[in-house]
């Protein structure tokens, strides 16, 4: 019981440091629609300050590979979260302390437009160092803006 009490202790820490508590992220105001050591889903609204062409009101390349990358980066540590239950929170929270994307690939498919987006982030591979992750990145209406293929390194 302990294992999964602190499991949930631990996603939820990790929901909110990616969510709320970087100050870099936080702009982006996620709302996190599914999270577990398979799959993170975060919904964000349009915003003008996330712009990269102000004329036509499309999302900032930037913002994009941003956006994907958070969704990768908070599935790569769950991952690891997931594979070492039996670990305490003070050793999970040691393994990840480290934690960083090493690759990053992004294709953008169509132009950025929508009242808000849905990034979609889907393990691929989850090893001991390390993690390979798919990410998508769609708009209100169901269109593929972008996909990602990320690759994290933990414990090292």
Known sequence: MEEFDNYKILMAKLAKTFTQDMHFIKDFKFEVVEFNEEEVVLKFLMQEKLHGNMLQGILHGGATATVLDTAGGMLAIAGTFAKQKHASIEEQLAKIAKAATIDLR?????????????????????????????????????????RGIGTYLVDH
């Open 106 to 146: 992004i294709d953008y498919l169509r132009p950025g437009r929508g009242k808000y987006f849905l990034a979609k982030a889907k393990m691929v591979r989850c090893g001991n160092k390390i993690i390979v992750i798919d990410s998508y990145l769609y708009n209100d209406v169901d269109s593929l803006i972008a």
